[in-house]
């Protein structure tokens, strides 16, 4: 497994799957290890995937300094990844809670970036609260796996309220997970599994811990970056609802948006044909 040196002397490792051109990729989570990404859906075919773990996941080294985990400092291992690439620009790919990351790249490298894909972006950077999402919860509610989602998703909220550690935390998420997936087969369960298996739960809890961004500021500086931007949402995810990723794709001055409608949180994982199909025509464009 590839490594480097990132701006703090912490190292950091990479999967490289694929052949062609590069794209660089960043996990959500926040602070998943890479593998979850799979090969994203057989993009991999016609890309060379850069899959990066997060500092403190993966194979990666818990950094000497616990606030680094926090997600307008990983902007700085990005850039020192696309240096250590030797990439002048770089098609960039950011899942979930990695847009986070992405987006505060993009107001300071945009100069560095060719094309961004938003694959499911959080949006906490740049919205107090979703919108729609209690909606979209609902919207599930003929599934056999509601009601038992749906209170493992009310105890999960009860449980972070009272600063309830990982441990009892980590299966109300999972028994969650099929809000995520646009259908709870056994291929979505074992891949849910598996992110849990491979979570850290500082990096985690450390990315947004003590971020102090300011929404507006935040909002007019994305309004002046015209890299060509794709937006990526599923029909039947929660956060973002595809009203909620239509607005990032307004935000953005050279952004288009793809509703995947079979989707959820996962696009990658419920449409795999359709995920790489709709990533790779945009970046061949």
Same mark, same amino acid.
């Given at each position: 497994?590839?490594? /480097?040196?990132?701006?703090?002397?912490?190292?950091?490792?990479?999967?490289?799957?694929?052949?062609?051109?590069?794209? +660089?990729? $960043?996990?959500?989570? =926040?602070?998943?290890?890479?593998?979850?990404?799979?090969?994203?859906?057989?993009?991999?075919?016609?890309?060379?995937?850069?899959?990066?773990?997060?500092?403190?996941?993966?194979?990666?080294?818990? =950094?000497?300094?616990?606030?680094?985990?926090?997600?307008?400092? +990983?902007? !700085?291992?990005?850039?020192? /990844?696309?240096?250590?690439?030797? $990439?002048?620009?770089?098609?960039?790919?950011?899942?979930?809670?990695? @847009?986070?990351?992405?987006?505060?790249?993009?107001?300071? /490298?945009?100069?560095?970036?060719?094309?961004?894909?938003?694959?499911?972006?959080?949006?906490?950077?740049?919205?107090?609260?979703?919108?729609?999402? @209690?909606?979209?919860?609902?919207?599930?509610?003929?599934?056999?796996?509601?009601? &038992?989602?749906?209170?493992?998703? !009310?105890?999960?909220?009860?449980?972070?309220?009272?600063?309830?550690?990982?441990?009892?935390?980590?299966?109300?998420?999972?028994?969650?997970?099929? *809000?995520?997936?646009?259908?709870?087969?056994?291929? #979505?369960? #074992?891949?849910?599994?598996?992110?849990?298996? !491979?979570? @850290?739960?500082? #990096?985690?809890?450390? *990315?947004?811990?003590?971020?102090?961004?300011?929404?507006? @500021?935040?909002?007019?500086?994305?309004?002046?970056?015209?890299?060509?931007?794709?937006?990526?949402?599923?029909?039947?995810?929660?956060?973002?609802? =595809?009203? *909620?990723?239509?607005?990032?794709? &307004?935000?953005?001055?050279?952004? &288009?948006? +793809?509703?995947?409608?079979?989707?959820?949180?996962?696009? /990658?994982?419920?449409?795999?044909?359709? *995920?790489?199909?709709?990533?790779?025509?945009?970046?061949?464009?």
């Amino acid at each position: 497994m590839p490594t /480097f040196s990132s701006y703090d002397g912490t190292t950091l490792a990479y999967h490289r799957l694929g052949d062609g051109p590069p794209l +660089v990729c $960043l996990p959500g989570g =926040p602070s998943q290890a890479s593998r979850y990404l799979g090969d994203l859906g057989g993009l991999s075919a016609g890309r060379t995937l850069l899959l990066l773990d997060s500092r403190g996941t993966g194979g990666s080294a818990v =950094p000497a300094d616990p606030s680094s985990y926090r997600c307008d400092r +990983v902007v !700085d291992d990005v850039e020192a /990844f696309r240096a250590h690439l030797g $990439l002048d620009r770089m098609d960039l790919l950011a899942h979930s809670a990695g @847009a986070s990351v992405a987006h505060l790249y993009a107001t300071r /490298f945009a100069h560095r970036l060719r094309r961004l894909v938003l694959v499911t972006p959080s949006l906490r950077l740049l919205a107090s609260a979703p919108v729609g999402m @209690a909606e979209a919860l609902a919207g599930r509610s003929a599934e056999p796996w509601y009601a &038992e989602a749906t209170a493992a998703m !009310d105890a999960w909220g009860e449980a972070l309220k009272r600063g309830a550690d990982d441990t009892e935390i980590a299966p109300l998420r999972l028994a969650a997970a099929p *809000f995520l997936y646009g259908e709870w087969t056994e291929r #979505a369960r #074992a891949h849910a599994e598996a992110q849990e298996h !491979d979570r @850290a739960p500082a #990096a985690a809890v450390g *990315f947004y811990a003590g971020v102090d961004v300011d929404r507006d @500021a935040l909002r007019a500086a994305l309004t002046e970056v015209g890299v060509p931007t794709l937006v990526v949402a599923g029909a039947l995810d929660p956060a973002p609802t =595809p009203e *909620f990723a239509h607005e990032l794709a &307004e935000l953005l001055p050279n952004a &288009e948006l +793809v509703v995947l409608p079979r989707s959820s949180h996962v696009p /990658f994982v419920d449409e795999p044909n359709e *995920f790489a199909g709709t990533v790779e025509r945009f970046l061949a464009d």
